[in-house]
């Protein structure tokens, strides 16, 4: 009896997840929804917020003394020319035509007159300060801003 | 429960095939309908493992010795927490446990992308289903638990290995394997990128704690395998160079490479082909390992375990190689990459030159492990490399190894200049020279030892410097108290201060491996009332006697031990005969550990016609620390995957 009931239990389950794996196949096919341009996208920003990050690193570095104010100079230019070349490749990625971050269209130093790529500090051309970075999320924040619009995070330090 | 058991394992050969089935037709025809069969037929069959799992776990707590499984490895009089560990003493239940593992993480990975790297998971998931099949298909037709005994057969159970009747037993193989399997979870990650060309850091990142977590367990894994051998097998160490134990140790060897290279990709998009390797490489020594534990092919003292599976297992690593092979070939070109090194003396450099040491590391101790084989194929000989090879070629590079551990933090990323780098050098440097100094003063002449003191002092005052360095540079920067300051630094940067938690944790250890050159002992008979000294403690013997247990019968030794008339401790070793498996003898170490040093007690022949008991006595300096080291290292690891406040954050924006 024991043995007849397990029997009928294992067969329900199996009928079960048989119903449940198959069920799919009695769609319509579909076509594949490519979902590699949001993917690319994230991984994109991830990248940039990654080189902000290593800024951000470099900066730190530079205070403890790990690294001269030379090395510092030349790793920063470096990274901000990475962080250009993903603003462009973002820029490519098919539908993702969104305006830079908190609106900030590209601009010139105002000291050299060098276009400034939207999220950095300082001009690449010159080294003149011309906005900030919020240390959360690498958005561009304006100098006066008490919170970062993208994160949300105080800014006041 | 048999029923169940049995069948539940044959659905999930059934669903897991449908999964790799409809994966690949998937793959080649883009149909959707496909990909959501294939997942689901992984989680089914994942699931199905779980029932077995369960199913087994019942019948040994159970005792249903009609089972063959429970008959052979469990007995009425088993205490119960050793019929629960029961499921991994043997072949087939540890081929069933390594299942239920991968099941776990198969469900985890799969509901955490649910809705996330769909292109990706596809691979990802035909990769978990290929190693599934295989060793379902292993459970299934070979090594099946729920085979029952022949008809008109009954018996009362053999009882678990002695040996195995551990309490460090019950948790070993179960972190060992969430390690060992876990791997599986960065190299299907790593294929799947190569199939669909995504060969950027994105794979690297989504797989960083799974990467993390797996090196953690094996570590933990291989730590607690020391620990049972130090307490349990009598020979007063924890490492040997067992054929197994180097098993282990391979794919630690080359996780850890991995975990720092890949550091280098997450920065710098470098090193493509090398970590593709390096994970490749790890995975394949774990399904090694497996093999080596499960074959027989080497004799060690995990051959508990040894079937006539090898050339199953030959067959699959042999498969998965060219696999591997063949992918990377074809994905040559997409894996050089554009980047290069700026200069040589950065955090860039150091980490090729560590992943280089490591690379040597596992190739020495590969070479010592598969000599036997090699030397029986070429010479007719099966020529064992003993400890003696391992510590000569293992001890110098552990050395080079511990030299970067302390160098490596002080470069930082991209360039260091060597002016910098050179005053940033002194403090360490100064206190390596103090501390050797002071080690030759205290009469201190091996020179390694001496170059480990050396060695130890260096790294420890780099830590020490980099930590102190960042809670002034913080404090100055945002004035906050040294407390904050030291959490906002590491909150900013798990990845550094949990490797550099991590590293004080190596440095533990290195000094527990430097004090095992220290250790001291003697092998003597006793007499009741009689003592006898070693290093400045009196061990007396003050009498011995017979315990009855559930499973076996006891005859135990009470050694007092005291130092300067005070007394410290007594021993009690222990030798036990288990009845039911034969009456097996088996000696039970005692161990009474201080701070600084071990004092291990084993009885050898006890009675006879003089009276007397054979003993071992040793005094081993230092074990505890290698012990304290492996928790540092834990602490350190779970700092480094902790979420950050930043990454929160940062998820909620992309969410």
Redesign the interface.
Known sequence: MD?LL??A??FL??LF?TY???V??L?V????????EA?RT??L???K??LFK?I???E??R??????E??FD??KT?LLAEVAEVMHELDSVPGNHNPPENGTAISDCPSCGAPIVPGTRYCSNCGTAVGDVC???GATVSSGDRFCA????GLL? | MI??GS?SLQ?ALI?CS?ALVSGFINLVK????????SR??LM?SAF?ILVATLALVHQLMASNFSLEYVARYSSAATPTMYKFAGLWAGMEGSLLFWLTILGIYVLLIGYLNRR?????MLVVNLVFATVMLFFLIVTNFFENPFTLLPPGASSRGMGLNPLLQHPVMLIHPPILYLGYVGFVVPFAYAIAALVTR?M???WI?LTRRWSLLPWMFLGIGIVLGGIWAYAELGWGGYWAWDPVENASILPWLTGTAYIHSVRIQ??KNMLRLWNVILIMSTFILTIFGTYLTRSGILSSVHAFAASELGIWFFGFVLLIILSCTILVILRKDELTSQNRL?SFTSRESGFLFNNMIFVALTLAVLWGTMFPILSEAVRGMKITMGSPYFNRTTVPIGLLLLLMVGIGP????????L??LK??LTIPVATAIVATAGGMLLGLRQIYPLLSLGLVAFVFAGIIN?LF??I???R???GESTLTAFRNMVD??RSRYGGAIVHLGVLFMFVGFTGKAFSTEQELALKPGENTYLKGYVFKLDRYYEVERTNHRAWIVDLSVSRNDRPVTILRPERRIYIEQDSQVQSEVAIHSRPLQDLYAIAGGIGGENNSVALKIMINPLVQMVWLGSIIIVVGTLVAIWPS??DQ??K???A
């Not at chain 1, 205070?63 to 001269?68: A, P, T, V």
């Not at chain 2, 883009?30 to 959501?36: A, G, I, P, Y």
Request: aromatic fraction near 6%; charge should be positive.
């Open positions: 043995t397990a029997t239990a294992l389950i199996f997840a449940y794996v198959l799919p196949l769609s096919k579909e076509k594949p929804v490519s979902e590699d993917d994230i991984a920003e991830l990248r917020v990654n290593q951000r690193e470099a730190f570095e205070e403890m003394g790990l690294i001269n030379e090395d030349r790793t470096d240390p959360g999320c993208s994160c949300g995070r330090n | 029923l169940l069948t659905l669903f449908l883009r149909d959707l309908r496909f990909s959501l069969v689901r037929g089914v199905l996330r790297n769909l292109s990706l995504h950027d850091a994105n990142r997450e920065k700026e002080l470069l930082a990323w991209r360039r260091t200049s002016g910098t005053r940033n980099e360095r960042g002034r540079a913080r100055r920067i945002s900013r940067n406040r930043t954050r940062l909620e924006r992309l």
